[in-house]
């Protein structure tokens, strides 16, 4: 699900004009005789349109494009009628079954005595593993140097096999749900277009089961996928074309139509998610076709929704990587698609992040966990209510095959010999709210030291003695959840191992260079009276400093006194205060916590770099020791280049130290700086006039250029900056201090090069 920005180069093709050509001519002047070999062709006149339309072929990318169901209808071939409109006005006209392609399904109760219910594709194909013919062999697609007639897997070479991989050992042809467009299409007088299906729904007049049918466009504009949800006997029973569907605004009211993820959810992270090509991008749509009943041919995989998002988002951590076994799929035309370096950046334990219902509201409010995030929908907690083993195994791989939990452990109940009709509800039942039991899913998955975290607040109350060769004195306080002060030096209010850590840069309002440090434990705290405590940091406050920042960090072990307890880990605070300025100046807002968080959940994760003690929740934090002079012998260290670094790894020519597309896949459109900037902070000019940046331990980048270059870093973009903008790199800082960017030349807002501008190309 990655979206891999690659960065062309266009040359200009410069074609001469042959002797006996005409050319072209100035106004008033006849045109020259003809090209050789004829008269010139005819440009062929556009197709008449009738006013208020526009023909299918004549819509470009800049055109907006939406669709809507307005009728099915059972009584004749299952036939969907719907607009298409272009512009918010414009009905289309010329469209084809190139254009369009449908999928249907029915909502089906699970196997067994399993609860629930999924989707099932009434238009399937099939999938063979095993090259069958010589032209199976001469297909470039294939890697199989055999072919065989033999349907007993026992009977078939491996050589036969058209994946030649380890993990690619199925020989049997499995069921693949797929869409058609080889019904009829046509146009209505109104504007509007009917689709009869081929696939018909059986017995529709007695078929009580909700099903859906989808669109998937094809045109030269993106385009939302359409979905309905029908009852095929009361469509019948109506004939009116909306009754018994979801057109009718209470039809989730009256039926079940397993509404549990939506893409806005996806979204919130993905920018815009959009599979196979792009044409796919509601959740909808997916799941008509990603269901049970489907399958990868080559590796035996289900490529049922559940499964195989829940695998790629947790493919670096799945347990069966132990043993050598990536989760792959071979998809169109045999291409392979590992997910073992699948990087999630939060919890995969939050699984209110991507579905979510009321009732999981309710159980957070009353539980006092993590608030759901992910867009509520009607069946979004059926998580909970209807766990499964199809659900469960997609993370729990080795939960039904050696009764391992992912931390290693073994449950009280072994579940080895439990099959899909299991219905797991029996021991994993949701008990509500109130009085959940350990074994309810969203009981289960709550992650209790992150919880606690957040249930205090760390707040700096003052900052003294920031005169020049004075040293500073922090006082702050720890705040539990009905606003009462924690008494840190009180071993049963607070842990004695805990750790407090201060870092204080500066100048805030300038830029970031410099810091003085402090930390410790509670014991190295003074108690100033009202359990606020005083931290002095021991160096003396520099000259000519605007106006210090303090940032505070704040963590103790889980369990007091383990020093392998996991850490419970305080959002970090920032203040400021003035030295030789008469009041202090906040630095610069360039980016929003909470952006990040769209991905992060929250910042960072214990896994990732300082185990998640420092700067958590507060990339200003982070900027305290990732200032503007720190690098390494490499490469650079300072916060906004190295972030960038590290996301833009799939365009980036070279890596940001190890951050390839093996290590990190960003998930967003890179393009969009603002899906992380705030207050236009990345346009030009820079609203703030920055000194260079240390680029290695001993060299220097100017600052425009070395954001621009975080990401554009290859030589031929360098060069441009240098000749065009006057940046410099790997100089001096003098030598960098002495250049006059002018990027904002041509890349300043409104300019003709504006970066939003050149960015949307």
């Not at 070279?654 to 951050?659: L, S």
Request: proline fraction near 5%.
């Amino acid at each position: 699900m990655t979206k891999n920005l690659i960065a062309v180069l266009l040359m200009t093709l410069l074609v001469g004009c042959g002797a006996d050509s005409g050319g072209d001519r100035a106004e008033g002047v006849e045109p020259g005789p003809p090209p050789s070999g004829g008269n010139p062709p005819e440009t062929p006149e556009p197709p008449e349109t009738p006013e208020g339309t526009i023909d299918v072929a004549a819509i470009t990318a800049d055109d907006s494009a939406v669709s809507e169901m307005l009728a099915v209808e059972l009584n004749s071939p299952l036939t969907l009628t719907f607009s298409l409109i272009v512009n918010d006005n414009l009905t289309v006209t010329g469209l084809t079954s190139a254009n369009a392609r449908f999928s249907l399904a029915s909502l089906n109760p699970n196997p067994g005595s399993s609860k629930g219910m999924s989707w099932q594709s009434l238009i399937e194909t099939s999938e063979d593993p095993i090259c069958r013919s010589q032209s199976d062999i001469d297909d470039s697609n294939t890697q199989c140097s055999q072919f065989s007639t033999e349907t007993d897997p026992a009977l078939i070479p491996d050589e036969a096999r058209k994946v030649q991989d380890p993990q690619a050992v199925g020989k049997v042809a499995l069921p693949q749900a797929t869409t058609e467009n080889s019904g009829i299409l046509s146009a209505n007088d109104d504007g509007s277009w009917s689709y009869q299906f081929n696939q018909q729904v059986a017995d529709a007049e007695s078929e009580e089961r909700v099903h859906r049918a989808c669109i998937q466009f094809s045109i030269n504009t993106s385009i939302a996928n359409s979905c309905v949800d029908f009852v095929p006997a009361e469509v019948v029973a109506a004939a009116n074309g909306s009754s018994g569907t979801s057109i009718e605004d209470d039809f989730y009211q009256l039926h079940h139509g397993r509404q549990i993820v939506t893409e806005q959810s996806c979204n919130s992270c993905h920018a815009e998610l959009a599979l196979h090509g792009g044409g796919r991008t509601q959740t909808d749509y997916c799941v008509t076709c990603h269901n049970p009943g489907s399958w990868d041919a080559n590796s035996g995989n289900s490529i049922d929704f559940k499964q195989m998002i829940h695998k790629i988002h947790y493919g670096r951590e799945l347990p069966n990587l132990s043993d050598g076994e990536p989760y792959k799929i071979w998809g169109f035309r045999n291409g392979e698609h590992d997910y073992s370096n699948t990087s999630y950046p939060q919890d995969m334990m939050t699984c209110g992040r991507c579905h979510a219902g009321d009732e999981d509201v309710e159980f957070a409010n009353v539980q006092g966990s993590l608030i759901p995030e992910a867009v509520l929908t009607n069946d979004g907690h059926s998580w909970v209510t209807d766990p499964t083993k199809q659900a469960c195994e997609s993370c729990h791989e080795k939960l039904f095959t050696d009764n391992l939990k992912l931390n290693g452990n073994q449950p009280s109940t072994n579940h080895t010999s439990y099959t899909d009709e299991r219905d797991c509800a029996g021991c994993h039942r949701d008990r509500g709210a109130e009085e959940p039991g350990g074994l309810q899913a969203n009981q289960a998955h709550r992650d209790f030291v992150n919880e606690a975290g957040l249930a205090l607040t760390l707040n700096i109350v003052d900052i003294q003695n920031t005169a020049a060769g004075e040293m500073p004195t922090v006082l702050f306080e720890v705040v539990d959840v009905m606003g009462q002060r924690v008494d840190l030096h009180d071993p049963e209010s607070m842990c004695s191992e805990a750790r407090f850590d201060i870092r204080a840069p500066y100048d805030a309002a300038a830029d970031y260079r410099a810091r003085i440090s402090a930390g410790g434990s509670p014991a190295d705290l003074t108690a100033v009276g009202d359990h606020v405590f005083a931290a002095v940091i021991a160096s003396p406050m520099p000259s000519e400093v605007d106006t210090l920042a303090v940032t505070l960090d704040f963590n103790y072990p889980f369990e007091c006194g383990d020093s392998s307890s996991p850490k419970v880990r305080l959002d970090a605070a920032v203040a400021y205060a003035a030295s030789t300025a008469d009041s202090a100046t906040p630095r610069r807002e360039v980016i929003d916590v909470a952006q990040c968080n769209d991905c992060h959940g929250r910042f960072l994760l214990t896994s990732q770099y300082h185990g998640g003690t420092r700067g958590v929740n507060s990339p200003e934090t982070c900027s305290a020791c990732h200032n503007s002079e720190f690098a390494t012998s490499d490469r650079t260290r300072e916060l906004g280049l190295l972030v960038h670094g590290i996301h833009a790894s799939a365009m980036r020519e070279m890596p940001h130290k190890d951050w390839d597309t093996s290590k990190l896949q960003y998930p967003g459109e890179l393009s969009d700086c603002s899906s992380c900037h705030v207050n236009g902070s990345y346009t030009l000019p820079l609203a703030l006039v920055r000194e260079p940046i240390k680029s290695t331990s001993s060299t220097y980048v100017t600052a425009t250029a070395g954001s621009c270059a975080s990401c554009h870093d290859t030589e031929l973009a360098k060069s441009h900056m240098v000749s065009a903008g006057g940046a410099l790199f790997d100089v001096s800082f003098e030598e960098a201090s002495m250049a006059s960017e002018s990027c904002d030349v041509c890349h300043g807002t409104g300019k003709s090069a504006d970066v939003d501008l050149v960015h949307s190309r």
